[in-house]
């Protein structure tokens, strides 16, 4: 059951790149001027990479909110994991404690009983 | 002790809202790619990541191999899990950046290629482990295709230098302007102590889950289960 339910986690982070990708894909960087269903890149030409990365202050600003939203989904899908693992740590620290004062009360028992 | 892991959580998340502040509203707009590109400064530190995970996991592996400890073998599972976790983040947002920049959602260029096929290798590790039990020949089988797999970081690494391809170099590039290489730095030491914080957690879940077994086992022996 844990691991299906590690499975489903894997599967919902990936679900934010689905709900995000056609706000994505209307994006008006200077790049996105590719032509639908082009099957080569549209930025740079085949072979040439983009080496550096340059800030400009004039670009529009608010075009990235679908990707705040789509980051907060699998941040929150991360932590939602992490906190999860984190209560089935406890839960087997806990069956640990309990077991480890079984085995010594046996333990105990036994030696007194052999002796 | 017991309040560390619920501290640490929530500094994590509150770390986690500090690089969206840093990547979303601090950094100015790219010239280039504009918006689209701030996709990289949570897809390349995740990268760096995914490489850190699968290097531990096979260094821990190694390390099983040589000295039969079932704790390095839980650790090998705690990093693989971690940095695959980090590997989805990867392929996830990629592809929301290649869409706009490139025109296609996946380019099977070098990069892209390698990568997947390292992602692909340490899934395997990971089912291997999650679906094939605990015996020792399953330990052993996962710890050497983890170990054989660890070189194929190499490739995916130098993909872009040795063969070319679309696929942006590692790292910001060396002219890059000093507020977007800080950022991306930044945000690598935020999503590092998320990764660290995960690590620990899986990996103290899995030794535990290891001595559970044992002394059910010695019980078992002594009649008490």
Known sequence: MYRLRTLALLAALAAPAAFSAPALAQNDAPAAAATEGQATPAAEPEGK??????ASAELEPMRYRHLWIAYSAIWFLVFFFMFRTWKTSQATAAQLDGLKRRLADLEGKGGTDGN | MKAVFPIAIALGAVAVTAAHYLAFVHVPMESSMGAVQRIFYFHVPSAWLFYIGCLLCGGASLGYLINRKARWDAFAQAAAETGLIFGLIVVVTGPLWARPVWGVWWNWEPRLTTMSLVLLMFGAYWVVRAFGGSGPGV????????VFAVPAIYFVRVAVNKWGGVHP??????????IIKATMYNCFFILLFVFALLLIIRYRTHRD????RAIRRRLARLGGI
């Open chain 2, 209 to 212: 889950a290891l001595t559970v």
């Open chain 1, 49 to 54: 990479v983009i080496d550096t990365f340059e």
């Open chain 2, 169 to 178: 170099p590692a790292g910001t590039g060396d002219r890059s302007d000093a």
């Open chain 2, 139 to 146: 330990r052993r089988f996962a710890a050497v295709l983890a």
